[in-house]
């Protein structure tokens, strides 16, 4: 058993960079993505995860697999989608969900069409799925950076963000500071999409993110216990999935997130026959 669960960090460096890179994303997208939960933005989310991938893909054409210019290229397209859906929600008719939708899918259309006819020998899928067994140094470094800055703000901003969620009444009452903490709040969103997408691909990033959030939420009532436990179902699926992956030679941050989503679909059941049992 010591073999199979200890082993593989002991003598490779890069299942350790792997998994200090997978802890690091479960600790920041824990709080986040509990914080989507409870805000009703969980598809939102979902299309910034997919948003970013034109950004990258126009890094990846400037600066090639510069960390920093791949990094810079997803946050910044990122934050366009978002800043424009914001601005269409609040000069149209529409709704931010759809405003969302719609930016969303131009971007991810964009960005696969990109890499396609520009990418040259780079696979599309190591953007899409990634690969958490070539984090290199440099790459860790900037998720362990990312999850700093995020823990940071999250701690300083932590009761307005609250409050928004259950009171947004008494939020506005603020004035403008609400729209400020609700632009940090989709930074920190934005860059943590673009940490975990480095070690986990776009399409992957976001399943670190909520699948252990909402399977939390089934299990708690307080915001800062349903955070730790989303941190903590993040980090166990993470080492678990790094050891089966290492095992069994299968995709990495695949089965990271299938391993969120068992858990789920588990706590899912038990709370469900749970609560039929008690009715």
């Known amino acids: ?14 299942m350790r960079r792997a998994l200090l890179a997978c802890l690091a994303i479960s600790l920041s ?7 989507l939960v409870l805000r009703r933005m969980s598809l939102m989310g979902d299309a910034l995860s997919h948003a970013i991938l034109p950004g990258i893909a126009m890094g990846y054409l400037i600066s090639g697999l510069w960390l920093p210019g791949l990094s810079l290229g997803g946050a910044m397209a ?9 601005f269409v929600t609040r000069r149209t008719i529409l709704h931010e969900d759809a405003s969302f939708t719609g930016f969303y899918l131009i971007a991810l259309a964009l960005g696969v069409l990109i890499l396609s006819v520009k990418g040259g020998n780079m696979n599309l899928t190591h953007f899409l799925f990634g690969s958490v067994l070539a984090v290199d140094h440099p790459t860790m470094m900037y998720i362990v950076g990312v999850t700093t800055i995020s823990l940071i703000t999250l701690a300083t901003i932590y009761r307005p963000l609250v409050y928004e969620c259950f009171d947004p009444t008494f939020v506005r009452l603020l004035g403008s500071r609400e729209g400020k903490y609700h632009a940090l709040f989709m930074v920190l969103v934005v860059i ?49 999935g790094l050891i089966l992956s290492f095992q069994f030679n299968w995709p990495s941050g695949p089965t990271i997130i299938l391993l969120c989503g068992i858990i789920y679909l588990v706590v899912l059941t038990v709370t469900t026959l749970k609560s039929h049992s008690l009715a």
């Open 29 to 35: 997208c824990g709080p986040l993505g509990v914080l």
């Open 192 to 240: 943590n999409l673009v940490g975990a997408c480095q070690a986990l691909g776009t399409l992957m990033a976001l399943g670190i993110m909520m699948l252990p959030a909402i399977t939390a939420r089934l299990i708690s009532t307080q915001v800062w216990s349903t955070a730790l436990r989303s941190m903590i179902i993040a980090a166990i699926c993470s080492y678990l």
């Open 78 to 86: 990122g934050l366009l989608v978002a800043a424009a859906s914001g």
């Open 1 to 14: 058993m010591y073999e199979i669960f200890i082993d593989p960090f002991v003598e490779y460096v890069f």
